[in-house]
């Protein structure tokens, strides 16, 4: 039979330490195991948010380098100026140069132009490429 000796050994008693107490870990808190249990599902979510905040940003930029109406208007009614002046048309380079625009975005106003059926384009046998009036 059980003694009382091992009887005490069996309860634990107020007031006496327990035998062995798990040292708080780095895992200990809930939202560890939280994120352990569910990687299938919050890397995805992570990698989807990334590349979200990646397509944000480059359409961000994108539209940072676009003009307003009002500007785009002024810079178009230049390039006419410029283009009536010179019959026989002008290079993109010379353009540039006498609206004070940079050659980029000017570019892009005169293919933007010449959908429109604005101007036209010329591209000769050393690839020089001639923009004018459409009908002039």
Do not use: C
Request: charged share 25%; no cysteine.
């Amino acid at each position: 039979m059980l003694t009382l000796r091992t009887l005490t050994f069996l309860i634990d008693l107020p007031g006496q330490a327990p035998d062995y107490v798990r040292p708080p870990g780095a895992t200990t808190p809930r939202y560890i195991e939280l994120l352990e249990n569910n990687t299938h599902l919050v890397y995805p979510a992570l990698a989807v948010l990334v590349l979200v905040l990646i397509a944000l940003g480059i359409l961000q930029a994108w539209r940072s380098e676009d003009m307003d109406g009002l500007q785009k208007a002024e810079l178009k009614r230049d390039i006419i100026k410029e283009l009536r002046r010179e019959v026989h048309g002008m290079s993109a380079d010379a353009i540039s140069k006498a609206v004070g625009v940079p050659s980029l975005k000017l570019l892009r106003i005169l293919e933007e132009m010449q959908k429109d059926s604005i101007l036209e384009s010329r591209t000769d046998t050393r690839r020089l490429t001639t923009w004018k009036m459409k009908g002039v």
